[in-house]
């Protein structure tokens, strides 16, 4: 039986977020003692943002991912954003600010078009965020016309990817309010715990008076503005516009999100656990880039993390109930009759 | 089903698509000694030779998916098994062994796929998304300077016209012939289906659907060997970036073709022709001079309009049916 916690009650004993955080201060530690570069000031700056890029999309696709959805066109929406900011700034020389508010309509209007599609076309969620992958980068290497434009001259983009505030980078700044609101919203209010009803059953969801499509809409639509606002940060990083922004970042984004322990299908997870993925997938990126490890043995080796990490968590999830208890605090309706109704992946499907 | 599906539209709207392009722009039409305009049927030869690799591994995605799953690991498949070819022809593996090479690889790649979805019970998306970033990161490191050219005695396979057609077309053909009968009429190919359309009335009536999936996952990276050995050999030069937005371009002309993107509804034929509408809807591109950049943007918009109407079809008939028997 699993235990049945009241939502946002402090779990005694282990959970998948205490493994986590345990393996991820060790790696951490790893890394420390491998390269004395890592513990560096200037290091970290560099991690940190990078982070930030990956975690502000990583916290709406921890909720997409927990009512059993995928986005997979969040990098595409990165390079859209990229290309409307860079183009509308330096062609049509709108003042920088009117471009980041431009770019982050657009970005959120594309997290609206996929959720539209999902929620009243009723296409599957990968389908709509593949054809989308490919609709918006194309849309940005066409008005682009691979081309590129340079950001780093403007005081406002410089300020987004180098600017700290108390020796803290800005995009920290944002970034951990908005993991710390989210988390707590997933954890204590009534609309986060109906993500996880949703995952766990989405008729059950329906029957209990949740607005499903509603959240969904509005989970898609924040993916887009996340990556709108990530789109931001990279800009003024690498101080340069162009339609290759963002190339595989929904690799890295759903890498983090799964190691962090969020089930993929559905209702098991939390932002908190994500937050530790996304540190654990940049801290391996840039230990690894400071041992010298070529970057496409990085992608190997990141790619096979996201397997092994899906076969341990979905296989194990069964077996280790006994000694680890679900990180994801049950509902109370949701509370199954035995533990023998809990059918694999493929048939809850 | 046959006759039944999408295939009769398509086939109308390819042959429409043909003759707009003959009529307008210079494709298939060549200028005779008067001046005057003649058809000439090798531009079609050539697009076909071109888009070989694409039928065949569309095949293999068609019964992965009318299975019930997805592969999106085959673009970076589709590079890795061809960097091999390439690299075994160089090293001077006689020619049909050269061949073989990236068979065994894609076949190998299947197997891995196929058994980490059929038997660790993960979702095909996670598996095939992993594994695309490890194969291409695999190839990028097998590749440092970029690209690597096939053996002239290898390409020498792909440029030959045995019967005035190219081997590219025969073997396709071949591949593609096999496998719409093995859909079509053996007991695997049924299988097939019935997983694709209920997985667990499947297995009620004896059929093991995980054993089902591993074999379509298994095959399409056999599928896939087989489509980059093709391509090696009519290209030449493998550069490291090839078949990235392969997925799309497989999974579009699949669902383009009929094929429902829930499984269980579908066929071979219909992908061909699928094949064929977006290999001349990309001429079309390139006659009427939309640069290639927004390419991408069609095969997508292309590719949701196809399931938008796939589920309105589904719509319809779960109408229709409700209305017959209530």
């Known amino acids: 039986m699993r235990e049945i916690r009241r939502p946002g009650a402090i779990a005694r004993g282990w959970t998948r977020e205490g493994i986590l955080l345990g393996i991820v201060a060790g790696l951490l530690i790893a890394i420390a003692l491998l390269t004395p570069k890592f513990l560096t000031a200037t290091n970290l700056q560099i991690t940190s943002r990078y982070l930030v890029e990956v975690g502000l999309v990583a916290i709406p696709m921890t909720m997409i991912i927990l009512i059993r959805g995928i986005d997979i066109s969040v990098g595409s929406i990165v390079a859209l954003a990229t290309i409307v900011l860079g183009f509308s700034w330096s062609v049509y020389r709108i003042p920088m600010v009117a471009a980041i508010a431009l770019a982050l309509t657009v970005a959120t209007l594309c997290g609206l078009l996929n959720g539209l599609a999902i929620t009243r076309l009723r296409v599957p969620d990968l389908v709509v965020t593949l054809s989308t992958l490919a609709i918006y980068r194309g849309i940005a290497e066409g008005l682009g016309g691979g081309g590129r434009v340079y950001l780093y001259e403007d005081p406002i983009m410089r300020f987004l990817g180098e600017g700290q505030i108390l020796g803290i980078p800005v995009g920290l700044w944002v970034f951990l309010p908005v993991v710390l609101i989210a988390g707590l919203v997933l954890d204590r209010t009534a609309w986060g715990r109906s993500l996880y009803a949703i995952g766990h059953n989405e008729t059950a969801a329906r029957f209990a008076g949740i607005r499903v499509d509603r959240i969904r809409l509005l989970v898609y639509t924040l993916s887009g503005l996340a990556s709108g606002v990530s789109a931001l940060f990279m800009a003024g990083r690498l101080g340069t516009a162009r339609a290759t922004a963002g190339l595989g970042l929904e690799f890295e984004v759903i890498t983090a999100v799964v190691v962090g322990g969020t089930a993929i299908s559905g209702g098991e997870g939390s932002i908190w656990g994500s937050f530790l993925g996304v540190v654990m997938v940049t801290a391996l990126r840039n230990g690894l880039n400071l041992i010298g490890v070529p970057s496409p043995i990085q992608a190997m080796i990141i790619g096979a993390l996201l397997i092994l990490t899906v076969l341990v968590n979905e296989n194990l999830r069964v077996r280790i109930r006994g000694w680890v208890r679900p990180a994801t605090p049950v509902p109370a309706h949701e509370a199954e009759p035995a533990p023998a109704a809990n059918p694999s992946p493929h048939e809850r499907r | ?326």
């Open chain 2, 1 to 326: 089903m046959g006759w039944k599906g999408r295939e009769p539209f398509l086939l109308i709207v390819n042959a429409l698509l043909i003759v707009i392009l003959a009529a307008t722009t210079p494709f298939m039409v060549r200028p005779d000694a008067a001046g005057g305009r003649v058809l000439d049927l090798s531009a079609l030869r050539l697009l076909l030779d071109n888009y070989a690799a694409t039928f065949i591994g569309a095949v293999g995605m068609t019964l992965v998916i009318l299975a019930g799953q997805i592969d999106l690991s085959v673009g970076s498949a589709l590079a890795l098994c061809a960097v091999v070819a390439a690299q075994v022809s160089q090293m001077g593996w006689p020619v049909p062994l050269a061949f073989l090479a990236p068979i065994l690889v894609g076949t190998l790649i299947g197997l891995i796929n196929g058994a980490i979805v059929a038997y660790g019970r993960i979702h095909a998306i996670l598996v095939t998304l992993g594994m695309m970033t490890l194969l291409r990161g695999l190839v990028v490191h097998l590749v440092p300077a970029g690209w690597v050219a096939t053996s002239d005695a290898f390409k020498g396979v792909g440029l030959a016209r045995p019967l005035g057609v190219s081997t590219s077309i025969w073997i396709a053909a071949a591949f593609a012939l096999a496998m719409a009968l093995a859909a079509r009429y053996t007991r695997w190919g049924r299988e097939v289906y019935a997983v694709g359309s209920n997985p667990n009335a499947a297995a009620i009536v004896g059929i093991r659907p995980h054993r089902i999936w591993f074999t379509v996952l298994l095959f399409n990276g056999f599928a896939i060997g087989l489509a980059s050995a093709v391509h090696a050999s009519r290209f030449g030069v493998i550069q490291n970036n090839i078949g990235q937005g392969f997925e799309l371009l497989l999974i579009t002309a699949v669902v383009i073709g009929g094929t429902s993107i829930f499984g269980g509804y579908g066929s071979v034929g219909g992908t061909l022709l699928g094949v064929l509408f977006l290999a001349l809807v990309r001429s079309a591109l390139i006659y009427f001079r939309i640069p290639a950049l927004w390419e991408q943007a069609v095969y997508g918009a292309f590719l949701l309009f196809a399931v938008g109407l796939d589920i309105a079809r589904s719509r319809a008939w779960a109408r229709a049916w409700r209305g017959g028997t209530a």
